[in-house]
């Protein structure tokens, strides 16, 4: 997938990635790898300042706890208003998805979303 | 391999050291939880690869810039409305005080007060409005992703924005100083209290925002650097 596009929805992956639940960074990467089919290739330390963002923006809380490894790590999950974010987000890009799908020839059904 | 690594960017981030603590921390639980999942021959080898795939730590840094910098001004501009705030209620407290103390103008000084009142007022609704508009405008306005020409554009406005609101409050307080002395002359008396110890809240407030804003200069200069 090619990066510009990638850099413009990045905000829409981490919270679509975050939508099952509670996750660290690692896991949030690992998640947005596996759901993709391993399609993006995105530098992972770029995940972080997304995170950091949509956290300001209140879309997202976070919370330090310790791991079963002693290792101290931040988890994040949706707060109502990244849940509503993420709602809205999906919403558009269904419509714009279907709308390039049927310009390209695909097959487009008129008023009808995902 | 992940030390040098995590120095690297450390370094970047100095410009907000308590970023800079929360990043690191991030960055060293993912790397060295991404290295021991590795299936490479050995440690060293593991580590290269996921320092590779985490990325150019000056990218990284300079994305977590816009985001310090932009979190940042949210700080200064809170601190400047509610400084407004304060001012606001301390003049009325101030004026409340010279009823009770029974402290009108001698007529001399009439003609200044009036002049300097019109200063006053209008320094100090300038400072409101040009605070509260630069709130609003970031509340509005969504975090630049990257330190770019873009995010620096719109934190020399911010900045600027922030600049005359805050030369306006203390161009008002200076004001209000000059009333006070205005009314109660410049020897000091049990009457002054209450009016010295509002101006000096305000003083310490604005200088307060003065150190704020100088901080963001800092670390716009910082950031800038980190652009280029």
Known sequence: VE???LKGHLDLIVLAALAAGPAHGYAVIEAIRRRSGEAFDLAEGTVYPALHRLQQAGLLSSRWVTSESGRRRRIYSLTRSGQRALAERRAVWSRFSQAIFGL????HRPGKQA | MIAAYLDQLRALLRFDPS???RVIAEAQDHLEEAAAREPAPDRREAERRVIARFGDPSLIAAQFAAVSLARHSRRVGVALVLTVVAVMALMKIRVAWYDVIQLPLNEEVR?????VLTVDRLAFWSAAVSGIVTLLYIARERTPAVADDRCQRYNRRVTTAFAWATGSLAMAVLCDSVLMVLRIGPSPSNDA?????????EIVCIGAIIYLIRVASRRASAVSALAQ
């Open chain 1, 104 to 107: 390209l020839g695909g097959n």
């Open chain 2, 193 to 201: 209290i209450v009016p010295v110890a509002s101006l000096v809240i």
């Open chain 2, 19 to 21: 970023l800079a603590k």
């Open chain 1, 3 to 5: 990066g510009e596009m």
């Open chain 2, 111 to 115: 003609e200044i007060a009036r002049l």
